[in-house]
């Protein structure tokens, strides 16, 4: 019942009756408010972009940077997930409770990765105030347990201030084979590669659909768009053509680019003339984290020197594809009269990614297991980088050179090769200067109270009953007059970021070194500290730790108080293995045994049945009608990683799909005549191998008869991080094997149900507990 009074007149005749229609009124933004369209890629360093200097044409954004702003002292939080967190409240984001990716939260103030109701959104606030709210592309705001069809929608964007979405949930996935979210429910993709599929594309028929649909409408009311493509998170996968316009862009390497880049950066103002280049390898012996190192250009061999090349071609062709989709949006908004009054900004949300290794990959979900890319293996693919054959991601090198001048890349957020990053904005009908730079210190927590100054709203002290912490930024409107160089409004910012911090204060920044990892605990108190005076040193090269001891104890005094205010501690370094097997509470219970059902949406990775580092069985209750049935049975993961079971040429098949990494493990029947059956397979696992890969003996039922046998090693981690979920009667995305085309669809018979449990039974008392079940059908 509403709480508003109604001011009209009831008798027992409507004819005598007064309405009141100011009760149900929608709330009309005022007349001639901006339309706003937030283009947010990931994974991109200062040094990148064309506008900003760097080496990837970006025709879009340059037509934006020229009727609008550069800033050159914009940060994130050097992580993806947290960034967006501060980008849809104003928050910081220990106070949304994103110390990290979903993947990694824990049971703490700052680390539970589910928005607080206490930071109302962007969305919550311009959609009351009447603005039309639209998100497109990636999430990675959804607790990882909520991931599912049957999952809580507390957290998915309808529920937080959204009227459309159209994405994936998830921190990334395939470009060719995406897992896609409509709104409230699970999709698979609209059409295939073959027929001229890519995710940028999808993304950018989704959103020009969605605001010509407001427009038929509802002409009058403005709209916010946050569009959130793919790019450029790995896989780097973009069409051919795109790829081959930077053949041999970066064959001088990394190093070279660095050189290239920089007098190019200082040329545009967006550092000081005597910036000095950072070394590429900052840090020292005890503190740098192997991994991340970068192998310099000259030790590498002539294949590592070409496969690395075009590693960075692939990555630099995804963003100008991407860059070319945003453009056919902005160019409606032309057509259509609409850009002079919308409020665009185009950035990017942490620092690029070193996620490559320092050797590249052509399947990032090795790094994710753990497993090392091989030389050999990788260069067979150098031809088709970037096309659905590969999930590639350049090596460290590049990084590197994309976060020039800066020391190293995201993750870390003590250095500004984590967290600065490129940002413009441009409105033609509120920003007069053009074309120009702007060097104010500023976070992203400071974009939701500018767009909020633009539109004339307020944060709210209360918002549905529930006390609003503040802002955590300020508004950078100020920056939009003609007074250029006037001295930012930002007192103070901390930083902290899986073991790494730092706080910059009134100019200066204090960072601490830390060694990730340890075996014991952190030892956060044994760090050293350094200082910098980044007015004057934005590549922070000069440590003044010596110089100026008072300001340093001053400034990590500050980071304390701010680690306390926002809800910082504790601090975690754990490495991957610890924080993505930390225990998380789930609406569903631990099992052992797990039944799917075909016709439903695939099920999550996230919440799938977990079969790494043990043994496990699958049962599959089936009846063969037509003597020509074929299909896919059951299926979780993709070519690049991933386990099925299929009938083709009249035989069943189950596949291993190991990282990719051919020739696929393969167990298959002798063939079959129409009836019912009892389909399985039992993996039992033996022991570990080299890298931490389970390996065991694997066995092919057809009921209670062994079809096949032999060794077998399994994935010591996920199938993929966020996309190719668990299906049955079809493979939704990209197929796991070789010997069928996605999305395989089970034809001419029956699937009852599967089953994959990871019990102790043994298989035969398995089979017959699902015989009997078969046999009630």
């Not at 459309?164 to 995406?178: A, C, H, K, M, V």
């Not at 060097?439 to 918002?463: A, F, R």
Request: charged fraction near 25%; hydrophobic fraction near 35%; charge should be negative.
């Amino acid at each position: 019942m509403s709480t508003k009074k109604f001011n009209g007149v009831i008798k027992l005749d409507v004819r005598d009756s007064t309405p009141d229609w100011e009760l149900y009124k929608h709330t009309v933004p005022p007349e001639g408010s901006p339309n706003i369209l937030f283009i947010l890629y990931d994974d991109t360093g200062l040094a990148t972009w064309s506008p900003f200097g760097g080496g990837v044409n970006m025709p879009t954004l340059q037509k934006l940077a020229d009727q609008g702003l550069m800033y050159s002292q914009w940060h994130t939080t050097a992580l993806c997930a947290p960034t967006r967190s501060t980008l849809l409240t104003g928050r910081n984001h220990h106070l949304n409770g994103f110390a990290s990716i979903t993947e990694a939260s824990n049971g703490y103030p700052g680390q539970h990765c589910h928005l607080p109701e206490e930071c109302a959104t962007i969305g919550q606030l311009l959609q009351d105030a009447g603005w039309s709210t639209f998100w497109v592309g990636k999430n990675h705001n959804v607790p990882e347990t909520d991931l599912g069809s049957g999952a809580s929608r507390k957290y998915w964007p309808l529920q937080q201030g959204f009227d459309r979405f159209y994405g994936f949930l998830g921190g990334e996935t395939s470009q060719w084979y995406p897992s896609l979210v409509e709104d409230n429910h699970i999709i698979d993709q609209p059409y295939s590669p073959e027929e001229g599929y890519h995710l940028s594309k999808d993304l950018a028929d989704q959103a020009l659909q969605m605001i010509k649909d407001q427009k038929a409408s509802n002409p009058s009311k403005p709209w916010y768009m946050w569009f959130c493509p793919g790019a450029n998170h790995a896989p780097h996968q973009a069409p051919q053509e795109y790829i081959d316009k930077y053949k041999g862009r970066f064959d001088n390497g990394y190093e070279a680019y660095r050189d290239w880049v920089l007098p190019r950066m200082i040329e545009k103002g967006l550092l000081p003339k005597d910036t000095q280049l950072t070394p590429a390898n900052p840090l020292p012996d005890d503190v740098a984290y192997p991994p991340d190192n970068v192998r310099p250009w000259n030790t590498l061999s002539k294949d590592e020197q070409k496969l690395f090349s075009r590693l960075a071609e692939a990555f630099a062709g995804f963003s100008e594809y991407t860059d070319v989709q945003v453009g056919r949006i902005i160019a409606y908004l032309e057509e259509s009269g609409q850009l002079d009054n919308t409020i665009v900004l185009y950035a990017a949300d942490n620092g690029a990614s070193g996620e490559g290794s320092p050797d590249g990959s052509v399947n990032e979900n090795k790094l994710f297991n753990s497993y090392p890319d091989e030389l050999d293996e990788n260069i067979k693919y150098i031809d088709v980088l970037g096309s659905p054959d590969t999930y590639n991601h350049y090596p460290t090198g590049w990084a590197t050179a994309f976060s020039t001048p800066f020391k190293m890349f995201k993750r870390y957020s003590e250095f500004a090769g984590g967290t600065c990053d490129p940002l413009v904005i441009s409105w033609p009908k509120g920003i007069k200067a053009l074309g120009e730079v702007r060097n104010q210190y500023h976070h992203s927590t400071d974009i939701v109270p500018t767009l909020l100054e633009l539109c004339g709203l307020e944060m709210p002290k209360v918002y549905k009953g529930v006390e609003q912490l503040p802002l955590s930024g300020i508004s950078l409107a100020y920056t939009f007059g003609a007074e250029k160089d006037e001295q930012t409004r930002k007192k103070r910012q901390y930083y902290a970021m899986m073991g790494t911090r730092a706080i910059w204060e009134d100019g200066w920044k204090a960072i601490a070194l830390h060694a990730p990892a340890p075996s014991d605990k952190g030892h956060f108190e044994d760090d050293l500290w350094e200082l910098y005076h980044v007015d004057s040193d934005p590549a922070e090269s000069k440590n003044l730790a010596i110089e100026y001891p008072e300001k340093l104890q001053s400034l990590i005094k500050s980071w304390f108080d701010e680690a306390e205010k926002n809800l910082v501690l504790p601090l975690d370094d754990r490495n991957a293995v610890e924080i993505l097997t930390t225990p998380r509470p789930s609406e569903e219970a631990s099992r052992e045994r797990y039944i799917y059902y075909p016709d439903t949406s695939e099920v999550p990775e996230s919440v799938a049945v977990n079969v790494r580092g043990r043994s496990f069985k699958i049962l599959a209750d089936v009846e063969i009608i037509d003597p020509d049935c074929s299909g896919v049975i059951f299926a979780h993961g993709s070519r690049f990683g991933g386990h099925a079971l299929f009938i083709k040429d009249k035989k069943v098949h189950y596949v291993y799909n190991f990282l990719g990494i051919k020739p696929e493990q393969k167990f298959i029947s002798s063939e079959l005549k129409p009836g019912k059956y009892v389909f399985g397979m039992e993996f039992i696992r033996e022991g570990m191998g080299e890298h931490h890969e389970s390996l065991g003996n694997t066995k092919l039922y057809v009921n209670e008869t062994v079809m096949a046998e032999g060794p077998m090693r399994t994935q010591t981690g996920k199938f993929t991080l966020c996309g190719d979920g668990l299906c049955v009667g079809r493979d939704s995305g990209d197929s796991v094997s070789e010997d069928y085309k996605s999305p395989g669809k089970f034809t001419g018979g029956k699937i009852q149900f599967v089953g994959v449990t990871i019990e102790k039974d043994q298989y035969r008392n398995l089979e017959k507990l699902a015989a009997a079940a078969f046999a009630v059908d």
